[in-house]
């Protein structure tokens, strides 16, 4: 589909809310996760550092 200016574009023929609104939904989403998936990281590492410094003593 071929858009004859930028303001068509960001329209998408009258769908432009429900796409664009769908993108940034799903980009929040995906970052959401990544942030989540992070933190869990972050915390079972200080946690298994924690148990291994117990079984050393």
Request: proline fraction near 0%.
């Amino acid at each position: 589909m071929a858009f004859d200016s930028f303001s068509e574009f960001i329209q998408m023929g009258r769908h432009g809310l429900y796409v664009w609104s769908t993108y940034g939904i799903s980009a929040f989403l995906l970052i959401a996760i990544a942030i989540q998936t992070w933190r869990q990281q972050t915390q079972m590492k200080k946690q298994l550092t924690k148990r291994f410094m117990r079984e050393q003593d």
